[in-house]
């Protein structure tokens, strides 16, 4: 990290240089999201499958939690 950098600049600049684009949260995603089954209540998980399952994506994560909602998830 270059001095006077924070870790959240840090972030950006990293996964700025590495390709990645931000995904905005849309109403699609939160009805999505809001579709859910209520097993898993974890609000910010339930935001990334919503994601994920809108946007036609497999999550990346070692988090069976996620396997409740129906959403693909990989993690090797």
């Given at each position: ?7 959240i ?11 990645f684009?931000?995904?905005?949260l849309?109403?699609p995603?939160?009805?999505?999201a ?8 974890d ?18 994560s ?15």
């Amino acid at each position: 990290m270059p001095h006077g950098e924070t870790a959240i600049e840090a972030i950006g600049r990293v996964a700025e240089q590495a390709g990645f684009v931000p995904l905005p949260l849309t109403w699609p995603h939160a009805l999505a999201a809001g579709a859910l089954p209520l097993p898993h209540r974890d609000p910010f998980d339930r935001l990334l499958a919503g994601q994920a399952i809108a946007e036609g994506y497999t999550l990346l994560s070692a988090d069976a939690a996620f396997d409740t909602l129906g959403v693909p998830r990989v993690w090797s």
